[in-house]
């Protein structure tokens, strides 16, 4: 084994190490790592070490079985790297979302709900200009202001959801799986 073993496992007793775990527990040791070539070359390998005994159940020897597994090894690091990528990327697109989301909040809460609180305005003027106007017309107003509020509650509900301003002010990072509640 200590042929097979890099010199660093060799240094750290491993391969004595794994013979005296297979010999006391009499069952088979595996491990994946480095290992050495004949000519010095190292691979990585799975390798299973198996205490092996007589009819009478000693200990006669060990069987060992070892797998060059670099193509698999070099596999799942290139896939590991591939799925790190694609988690960045996952972040950077929520990121990209969630300022978009942001900003169509803002512009809703913004303009929009400066155009509306305008609107409401004006309908309290006509309001008070034509107090003494037909029923009719006052009816029409009465109706224009349930309107105008609404659009107003909408616009402030709308952009709530999109992103509530209130995050932004605390500093609370956005998630898909937090729902705050405020009242």
Do not use: N, Y
Not at 85 to 97: D, I, M, N, P, V
């Amino acid at each position: 084994l200590g042929t097979l073993f890099t010199l660093d496992a060799t240094a750290r007793d491993e391969p004595t190490r794994m013979l005296r775990q297979a010999r006391a527990v009499q069952a088979p040791q595996d491990r994946e790592g480095w290992c050495r070539r004949t000519d010095g070359g190292r691979f990585w390998a799975h390798l299973v070490l198996s205490p092996l005994a007589d009819e009478d159940e000693q200990p006669r020897g060990f069987h060992v079985l070892v797998r060059d597994i670099s193509a698999r090894k070099r596999l799942q690091d290139e896939l590991d790297a591939h799925r790190r990528k694609l988690e960045t990327l996952a972040l950077a697109s929520e990121a990209a979302r969630e300022r978009e989301k942001i900003r169509i909040a803002r512009e809703l809460h913004d303009e929009l709900g400066q155009v509306l609180t305008v609107q409401q305005m004006d309908v309290e003027m006509l309001a008070d200009e034509l107090g003494a106007a037909a029923p009719g017309v006052r009816e029409r107003i009465a109706a224009m202001r349930s309107h105008v509020d609404s659009a107003l509650e909408m616009t402030r509900r709308i952009a709530g959801d999109l992103r509530p301003l209130v995050l932004d002010d605390l500093g609370v990072p956005p998630t898909e799986d937090t729902e705050i509640v405020l009242r």
